[in-house]
């Protein structure tokens, strides 16, 4: 509730360098920054050019692009026409410095397996 105990108001940050600390680092609060595009790959490229890789949304009525987009980002979850659901069903967890392994889904389960494979020819 605004006015009482600690609130950061949603801010949206637009027109800031590719090198700006905000674009390049993991903001957890109701931040964003945006920026234009010209092409697909330029935008992919941009998503791509960071050391983290949590989680992204795609804002799109085109589902086949979107589909190539969310394939060619390098993200742990890519949200569609949304942002930050979860389900403890589908796993969650990041790329590079995001994060390493995921919590949720049975891929929470590899963590603690030995997973082992026997060859036996008769």
């Known amino acids: 509730m605004p006015g ?3 609130f950061v ?4 940050f637009t027109g800031l ?11 957890f609060g109701p931040v964003v920054t945006v920026r234009s595009f010209a092409t697909d790959a330029e935008a992919v490229e941009r998503a791509n050019d960071t050391r983290y890789g949590l ?7 085109d589902l086949a692009r979107v589909r190539n987009l969310a394939g060619a980002i390098r993200a742990g979850t890519i949200w569609v026409n949304t942002h930050n659901p ?4 589908l796993p969650f967890g990041g790329f590079g410095m995001s994060g ?3 919590e949720g ?6 963590a603690y ?5 026997i060859w036996i020819a008769t």
Do not use: H
């Open 4 to 6: 009482r105990g600690y």
């Open 86 to 89: 979860v389900d403890a069903a």
């Open 100 to 102: 390493l392994g995921r």
């Open 9 to 12: 108001r949603p801010t949206v």
């Open 55 to 61: 989680a992204a949304s795609i804002w799109s009525n």
């Open 113 to 117: 397996l030995e997973t082992k494979a």
């Open 105 to 110: 889904g049975p891929e929470q389960l590899d």
């Open 17 to 27: 360098a590719l090198s700006s600390r905000l674009v390049r680092e993991e903001i």
